[in-house]
Structure formats: C-alpha cells, structure tokens
C-alpha cells in the first residue's frame, strides 16, 4: 500500500518556465513533508519542507503547496534551469519523525535549454 | 567537509556471501540510517540508530544487520546475500530525529 503516490514518473520543462510536480498521500496522520533532490550517482540532498500547519513554504525559486483537504502536495520551480534537471522525491512523516519517513517513488525532471 | 562517507562505491557478491557496508559522518549528528533504493521505488528504511547505543529495525529489516560503532560510525551487515538484497544502499544521518537527512553518495550491490 503505497501512502506516498508521485504519479508522473517523468516531467519535461523548458528552461526559464515554472516546473511543477505533484505528490498525492493517503495517510491523513501524516503532517510534516519534504522534497529531496537526487542527481546521477549521487544522494538525496533535502530541497524544501511543510509543515501542516501551514500551506505554503517558499525558499528562492522553490515553492511547495500543501492542500490538506486534497491531501495532495505541489512542488513548483520558478525560474527552472537546466541544473534543476534531477529526481525529485517526496517524502512524508508522523510528528516529523525520521524514523517513520516515508518516500514517494520519485519524478524525474529534465529542463531542457 | 566530507559529509556522509560510505564505503565500498559498487560490490558485486555471489548468493550466500557476506559482506558488511560501511558508513561514516563527520557533523557530529545523532541519528543514522540505512536506505534502501531499488528500480521504480521510493527510498525504503532498512535499519536506523537514533542515537549512539540504540538501533532499531525500519520498513524492511529482514536479512540485515546493523552495528552503531561509535557516533560517527554505523555499518550494514548481510550475512548471507541473496539476489533480492541487489538494490542501491543509502547511508545517512542527521542531527536529531525531525532534522533533515543528509545522504551518502550509495553503495550499488549486485547478487548473482
């Protein structure tokens, strides 16, 4: 049972424009959300949090969206350039908690020149 | 700043040997973690240490083993491989529970 859903596998956005990814979760006791960052041959590196007590967090040209009712999380990108190009994972906890951190199976985005 | 270092890079085991995976950190974090990454899934949680001493199992413990050496030192055991272990293994940590996870570049394991 998959309580973090990215839906698309794959996205691809021209260099300058807004990317946007989605992540859908079914576990409504869930309420602190993260974005990590993966390129090639490398680890995760954290991006961006939420926490439900909030629904908009903002960071330079990285903003995430968190609609509880919809239980569903956007990640948006603005400006994108072409080193934004990498896998993007979602990711979802109890209370915050590490230890109980569930991730999503990832979105890869290409930002094409 | 090394970050998270994991030792080897790439391995490639026969079904039924062991081998141990090794982690370090050199940010003086609390808690690690061994990951789990195979093809189409999500990271998945094998093992972590919330603290020096303590371990405990996370989402998929079976046919590994884990030792907190120190604070900055925690390994993966496989005691006896099998070709369903083959997947890409993250090491990381952060300082406490809620903190971020800073990650390790990944171990890539193949059992034939």
């Known amino acids: 049972d998959q309580q973090v859903k990215q839906n698309s596998p794959s996205l691809s956005v021209q260099e300058g424009r807004i990317s946007i990814l989605n992540c859908d979760y079914t576990?409504?006791?869930?309420?602190?959300f993260l974005w990590y960052k993966k390129y090639p041959a490398e680890g995760p590196t954290f991006l961006i949090s939420i926490s439900s007590i909030k629904d908009k967090n903002e960071d330079g040209r990285f903003t995430v969206f968190l609609n509880k009712s919809a239980k569903h999380l956007s990640l948006h990108i603005v400006p994108s350039q072409p080193g934004d190009s990498a896998v993007y994972f979602c990711a979802a906890s109890v209370g915050g908690s590490n230890y109980k951190l569930t991730f999503g199976k990832g979105t890869l985005l290409t930002v094409n020149p | 700043n090394a970050g998270v270092t994991q030792t080897p890079k790439f391995q490639v085991l026969k079904t039924g040997q062991s081998m141990t995976l090794q982690c370090a950190q050199d940010m003086n974090h609390n808690s690690m973690y061994w990951y789990r990454q195979d093809p189409g899934m999500g990271l998945r949680l094998i093992y972590y240490?919330?603290?020096?001493?303590?371990?405990d199992k996370g989402e998929v413990p079976n046919g590994y083993n884990v030792s907190r050496l120190n604070k900055r030192e925690f390994s993966l055991r496989l005691e006896s491989a099998a070709p369903s272990q083959t997947s890409v293994y993250f090491c990381?940590?952060?300082?406490?529970?809620?903190?971020?996870?800073?990650f390790g570049n990944g171990t890539r394991l193949t059992v034939t």
């Open positions: 240490s919330a603290s020096e001493g303590t371990t």
């Open positions: 990381a940590s952060s300082l406490t529970g809620p903190e971020p996870l800073h």
């Open positions: 576990n409504s006791m869930f309420d602190y």
